[in-house]
């Protein structure tokens, strides 16, 4: 029996955030990271699988090393899936409070986020997905980053926010999900080649 090799995995991102998220959780499994601060063109898709495909395709023309990234979708049920593919623009300009003014007199609530991480080391191509569904709140709470303000996970009454200054955002997190997915099976994967 061969000892497990611990190959590093990048992670490619303009997003501080989503690394300060992910960290905990790689550890966790014993898996070694290392954050590279880059934004990574984005094609133009109406999937957000497509889109994560192309940025981790990038991240590894531009490392040439096993790369993960990750591509999120904010969908607001009464706005059909607005802003969907396109949160991280919406959030830079409508802002939280732009998309709470929108919403002033909807009754219909629903939203979710949605995490599509995907690895690349220039032969397997692999996605791993997480949901989190909740609703949008009334008014914007202090903490975290993002909408964390103005979304309230399923079975909680706080926002991601509320949560994050709590440390239980990950209890809840579309991020944790996807993340632990990849960590299962990356881990695996590893086991596998040293056997
Ligand atoms: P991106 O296109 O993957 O950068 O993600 C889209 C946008 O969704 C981000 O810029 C954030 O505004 C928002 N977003 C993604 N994940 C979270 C989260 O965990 N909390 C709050 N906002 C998030």
Same mark, same amino acid.
């Given at each position: 029996m061969g000892q497990t090799k611990f190959k590093e995995v990048y992670f490619v991102s303009s997003n501080s955030n989503k690394y300060r998220e992910i960290v905990p959780i790689l550890s966790h499994h014993g898996i070694i990271s290392r954050f590279v601060k880059i934004s990574l063109k984005e094609i133009q898709s109406e999937s957000i699988y497509q889109i994560a495909k192309a940025k981790s395709a990038s991240a590894f023309e531009y490392l040439q090393k096993t790369v993960i990234i990750e591509d999120d979708g904010f969908y607001i049920s009464s706005l /059909? !899936?607005?802003? !969907?593919?396109?949160s991280s623009f919406v959030y830079k300009t409508l802002g939280n409070q732009g998309l709470l003014k929108l919403m002033e007199?909807? +009754?219909?609530r629903k939203a979710y986020f949605i995490s599509v991480i995907a690895y690349n080391d220039g032969l397997a191509l692999k996605t791993f997905t997480g949901k989190t569904e909740g609703t949008l709140s009334r008014s914007a709470t202090n903490g !975290?980053? !993002?909408f964390d303000p103005i979304f309230v996970p399923k079975h +909680?009454? /706080? +926002?991601y926010g509320e949560l994050s200054q709590l440390n239980r955002k990950s209890v809840f997190s579309h991020r944790y999900k996807s993340i632990e997915k990849f960590s299962k099976w990356y881990i695996r994967i590893l086991l596998d080649e040293t056997h």
């Amino acid at each position: 029996m061969g000892q497990t090799k611990f190959k590093e995995v990048y992670f490619v991102s303009s997003n501080s955030n989503k690394y300060r998220e992910i960290v905990p959780i790689l550890s966790h499994h014993g898996i070694i990271s290392r954050f590279v601060k880059i934004s990574l063109k984005e094609i133009q898709s109406e999937s957000i699988y497509q889109i994560a495909k192309a940025k981790s395709a990038s991240a590894f023309e531009y490392l040439q090393k096993t790369v993960i990234i990750e591509d999120d979708g904010f969908y607001i049920s009464s706005l /059909k !899936g607005f802003p !969907g593919q396109y949160s991280s623009f919406v959030y830079k300009t409508l802002g939280n409070q732009g998309l709470l003014k929108l919403m002033e007199n909807e +009754t219909d609530r629903k939203a979710y986020f949605i995490s599509v991480i995907a690895y690349n080391d220039g032969l397997a191509l692999k996605t791993f997905t997480g949901k989190t569904e909740g609703t949008l709140s009334r008014s914007a709470t202090n903490g !975290g980053w !993002g909408f964390d303000p103005i979304f309230v996970p399923k079975h +909680t009454s /706080k +926002t991601y926010g509320e949560l994050s200054q709590l440390n239980r955002k990950s209890v809840f997190s579309h991020r944790y999900k996807s993340i632990e997915k990849f960590s299962k099976w990356y881990i695996r994967i590893l086991l596998d080649e040293t056997h």
